[in-house]
């Protein structure tokens, strides 16, 4: 992926507008092995700005060209998990551009911000038709119903340490997207729970300042005592 465009030079510059006054520009084409074209814009250039060198431009050229930001764009946008330092590294194994991962890190001009992954929320299909098939069966029952139904949860404790953050690449207001979540449970360490609506509701607000031993405490005691 490397530029194929060459410029002329300075030195032949001259010689197109050496010989521009006596010749034509299709016989100063064959003497130089350049196109008509290119004369014509050579000779066209210095009688309007009065110049044959090019502009001087700031700062250095970019290393990447427009195809190479596409085809990284490209690898970001199908997969967002993937971090700048692995692409760059892959992006120098395959292409004789060397580049760093502050380079590839020009993403952000795209749009792209590399943003802490939001916790996946969304309901499958599959699992909304059962809630909407249980919403729908219990929708006439008496209040007293509910005492005596049981919610099960699962609920994950990290007592050392934690999963880390996960960081993907997206634009704005694209966390919602399912592809730039990351799943709500998961892990090995769960602890089932199990709540009777009346005992739920009033134990819901205290759970929220008691720590990882009294919360497991309070679970042992009260699996016991909603089993008896």
């Not at 490209?74 to 967002?80: D, E, H």
């Amino acid at each position: 992926m490397t530029r194929s465009r060459k410029e002329t030079t300075i030195s032949i510059r001259k010689f197109i507008f050496h010989h521009s006054s006596g010749k034509s520009v299709r016989n100063i084409a064959k003497l130089v092995h350049l196109s008509h074209s290119t004369v014509q814009y050579v000779i066209k250039r210095f009688k309007e700005e009065n110049r044959i060198e090019n502009k001087v431009r700031k700062g250095r050229p970019t290393k990447l060209t427009k195809c190479d930001q596409r085809f990284i764009m490209r690898k970001f946008v199908k997969n967002p998990r993937l971090s700048a330092l692995k692409d760059s590294a892959e992006f120098n194994g395959n292409f004789s551009t060397s580049i760093s991962p502050e380079t590839v890190r020009v993403l952000r001009r795209a749009g792209l911000n590399w943003r802490s992954a939001c916790r996946k929320f969304f309901v499958g299909a599959k699992n909304r038709k059962l809630r909407l098939f249980f919403a729908k069966s219990v929708i006439n029952k008496p209040e007293t119903y509910r005492n005596n139904v049981f919610f099960a949860d699962e609920s994950k404790l990290n007592i050392f340490g934690s999963d880390g953050r996960i960081m993907v690449w997206r634009r704005k207001n694209e966390e919602l997207n399912p592809k730039n979540g990351k799943c709500g449970v998961y892990g090995t360490d769960f602890l089932p729970t199990n709540f009777s609506w009346r005992n739920f509701m009033r134990c819901r607000q205290i759970l929220f300042w008691m720590c990882t031993t009294l919360f497991i405490a309070f679970l042992r005691m009260h699996r016991l005592k909603t089993r008896d």
